[in-house]
């Protein structure tokens, strides 16, 4: 199967698929080629789809629930990537906001709010395009940003622990992912249960700084209740 075709599918992105497919791989359900995977004999097809679905609908289920924080007339920052893309999904399927402003360093993010204009009013800002994901980097991309105070920062991760704080693995997209978690009076961090208890190369938020994770309940609950002890509230779905 193709990246593309697979994306199509399960209508995701690309990033998504890839970091499925190399999980897939890890559990032996699949082997990595240019472009997509084939199954391998230690799986089936219906066991790959089984995985890559169920992710998908975990980040539409945290989207849903990021999504129902925000209220009419607030303005929101939503960091690029996969889950905060479901949370702009879910924002544009509320017919009950109007006088939104969100703001967003992601495309992906962008075109997902673009049918609620007018109601919404989207602000995209500026910067690099990274090659690997459809998000907006330094240089410029800070210029906007550091004059924003938001209502509420959303930002997802490759890993959330309590000794080692929020991380990801793209040092341009953690320099962003920070200045955006800084607009907000309240800091949100939207995670799959696969990132709660694991650690990437670079940190740009501290745990106990996190006001609320919202990630899937079969998270490790050791971790969940260590965050906790930090002062972050945790809020679960399915």
């Avoid at 208890?197 to 919202?214: E, N």
């Avoid at 969940?224 to 679960?236: A, E, M, R, Y």
Wanted: proline letters at 3%.
């Amino acid at each position: 199967m193709r990246v593309a075709e697979l994306s199509r599918i399960f209508r995701t992105s690309p990033v998504t698929i890839r970091t499925d497919l190399d999980e897939l791989e890890a559990l032996d359900l699949a082997r990595r080629v240019h472009g997509g995977a084939v199954s391998t004999s230690g799986g089936t097809a219906a066991q790959s789809s089984s995985v890559v679905d169920r992710k998908a609908k975990a980040k539409a289920a945290i989207g849903a629930v990021a999504a129902s924080l925000v209220q009419t007339g607030q303005t929101v920052v939503l960091a690029g990537g996969t889950t905060t893309q479901a949370v702009g999904r879910a924002l544009a399927q509320r017919e009950d906001l109007d006088d939104l402003i969100v703001v967003t360093n992601g495309l992906h993010i962008a075109l997902e709010l673009q049918p609620a204009i007018p109601r919404f009013t989207l602000i995209v800002t500026g910067g690099t395009l990274r090659r690997d994901t459809p998000s907006l980097v330094d240089p410029l991309a800070d210029l906007l940003v550091k004059d924003i105070s938001a209502d509420i920062a959303i930002v997802g991760c490759k890993g959330i622990s309590p000794t080692t704080g929020v991380t990801d693995d793209h040092f341009p997209g953690v320099a962003i992912a920070r200045r955006l978690l800084e607009t907000g009076r309240q800091r949100v961090i939207v995670a799959d249960a696969t990132k709660v208890g694991t650690s990437s190369v670079a940190r740009f938020w501290d745990a106990d700084a996190v006001d609320l994770l919202i990630t899937e309940r079969s998270a490790d609950p050791d971790i969940l209740d260590q965050l906790g002890d930090l002062g972050v509230k945790i809020q679960t779905v399915q």
